[in-house]
């Protein structure tokens, strides 16, 4: 698949999961009200988002890697300091395997950021960094789905044990 098609089809895919994660929070007014929740959807949202931004930002220019370098150096850090702060917050000692392993995205957003900052790093792989990076997102957006799905089935009783 041609990079360009590719971050184009992964822009309107986040983005539309974005869209589809706000019906989610607005048939669960509990979650805006309750700090812990909110955070933690907060983290759902930014992870559909930040790959959305990311892709669109890699279709701008594809003569001018500063810009795609950029903003997924910065969306990476903004995602990376995201998901560590959640790791004090998600504390249920019944929540599922993505919440419980929520540290692989942080570790996913650095390796976005080393290959803003040092692409050459992705011709040690034998891909340039576009390519790179968007296996990193793929890789983003499948933990995202599992972090959604596991915060949309959790029980009231198990979310209160989190508070």
Known sequence: MDLSAFYSL?????????????????RHPGWKTDRSRRRLAGGVYLSFLLPGLMSTFAQVDAGNPLIWR???TVAAVVGAVNTVQLLGVDTNPQ????????WVVAVIYAVIAVLGVAPGVAGL??????????IALILLVVLAHGLAW???M???EEADRTT
């Open 95 to 102: 929540r599922g395997m993505f919440r419980r392993f929520r």
């Open 70 to 72: 950029t903003s997924f």
């Open 10 to 26: 992964m822009a309107v895919t986040c983005f539309t999961l974005v869209g589809l994660w706000w019906t989610v929070i607005e």
């Open 125 to 134: 792989l034998g891909g340039t960094p576009l390519q790179a990076a968007a």
């Open 150 to 152: 596991e915060f949309m």
């Open 154 to 156: 959790e029980g009231e």
